[in-house]
């Protein structure tokens, strides 16, 4: 099956830094979606972003599906950012596959 | 907006018992619905893909005598986890779309302790 993959694992910054996020991923895909899941555990939707470039407020995301790879943007970074992020990417088949997550923590 | 709910969010219940989590779409029409598991620390494992009117398709290693799914009607899919044990308590998440393509939209989850 697809492996998806994202780097870093891991990310602490200080409040107002700026990061990016990567996802990569091992075969063509139907779409992405980006997700920030909550310290309750909710899901929340960022970006359905295929392929191209979206906005949104201080976070945009980029999918280069030829090269198999999305980003996402974090710019001046608050606490409520802390939580762990998410590409999820979906094949022929109408299901997704999640990679392992980028845990962000944001000092103030 | 796309709203899902879950239902309970959490529960404990005794080994040997079996336990109902409802999913609902609120404000739209769910074709597909999808059941997740998820370990602390871990990412979201699929477990099964509920399609409206037809059976689950159930992935890899998960027992669908056991997890059993229902998808009733277009705004709600059940799983009931049948005669529970300790190693199944999970964080289960539900994900509802409104085409099979379409953007996934995720309920709260429900937290399953079995003691």
């Known amino acids: 099956g697809i492996q998806v993959e994202q780097s870093p694992p891991d990310l602490i910054l200080q409040e107002g830094a700026n990061s990016t996020l990567r996802c990569n991923f091992s075969?063509?895909?139907?779409?992405l979606q980006w997700f920030h899941q909550n310290p309750w555990g909710q899901l929340i939707n960022l970006f359905y972003?295929?392929?191209g470039t979206k906005q949104n407020g201080r976070l945009s995301a980029t999918t280069v599906a030829t090269e198999r790879y999305s980003l996402l943007y974090i710019s001046s970074s608050q606490t409520t950012d802390s939580g762990v992020y998410f590409c999820a990417v979906d094949t022929n088949a109408g299901k997704s596959t999640f990679g392992d997550g980028t845990t962000l923590t944001v000092k103030p | 907006g796309a709203v899902v709910s879950q239902h309970p969010s959490w529960v404990i219940c005794k080994s040997g018992t079996s336990v109902k989590i409802e999913c609902r779409s609120l404000d739209f029409q769910a074709t597909t619905m999808f059941w997740y598991r998820q370990f602390p620390k871990q990412s979201l494992m699929l477990m099964a893909t509920s399609n409206e009117g037809s059976k689950a398709t159930y992935e890899q290693g998960v027992e669908k005598d056991k997890f059993l799914i229902n998808h009733a009607s277009l705004t709600l899919s059940t799983l009931t986890v049948t005669s529970a044990h300790p190693e199944d308590s999970s964080f289960y998440i539900c994900?509802?779309?409104?085409?099979?393509?379409?953007?996934?939209?995720f309920g709260p989850g429900t937290r399953l302790t079995v003691t």
């Open positions: 075969d063509s895909v139907n779409n």
């Open positions: 994900s509802a779309r409104r085409t099979r393509l379409a953007e996934q939209y």
């Open positions: 972003i295929p392929s």
